[in-house]
């Protein structure tokens, strides 16, 4: 059931279009069954958050980084369907994993 809104807003002045779009095509293909959309939002100040149903699950400037693109499909997971094997996409992130409800809600 296709209930989920992704929402990625990305800094047009920083040019993070395609990556957003990458990022958007990544959580398409792997929960295209849950999402009913994502939105790229372009915005300026070199934004890139992500928020799961209007509830950030990433946000750059206070991670200090861009995400991995397992690392999203794991936050989101972690929301919709705890219990789905993401295959490859579960192993661990290079970088220190980050727990939507602890950094962001």
């Known amino acids: 059931m296709r209930s989920h809104q992704v929402d990625i807003e990305y800094c047009t ?8 779009a ?5 959580l398409l293909t792997t ?7 994502v ?5 300026t100040g ?3 958050e992500v928020r799961l149903d209007g509830k950030a699950i990433f946000n750059r400037k206070k991670v200090g980084r861009f995400p991995e693109s397992k690392e999203l499909k794991q936050l989101i ?3 919709i369907d705890p219990a789905r094997d ?4 579960d192993t661990p992130v290079a970088a ?3 727990k939507a409800d602890k950094d962001f809600i």
């Open 22 to 26: 990458w990022l958007a095509q990544e």
């Open 77 to 79: 997971r972690d929301v």
């Open 86 to 89: 993401l295959g490859h996409s």
């Open 46 to 48: 070199g934004i890139l």
């Open 31 to 37: 929960f295209e069954g849950d999402l009913k959309g």
């Open 96 to 98: 220190k994993p980050i």
């Open 39 to 43: 939105n790229l939002m372009p915005s």
């Open 13 to 20: 002045q920083c040019r993070w279009l395609l990556r957003a």
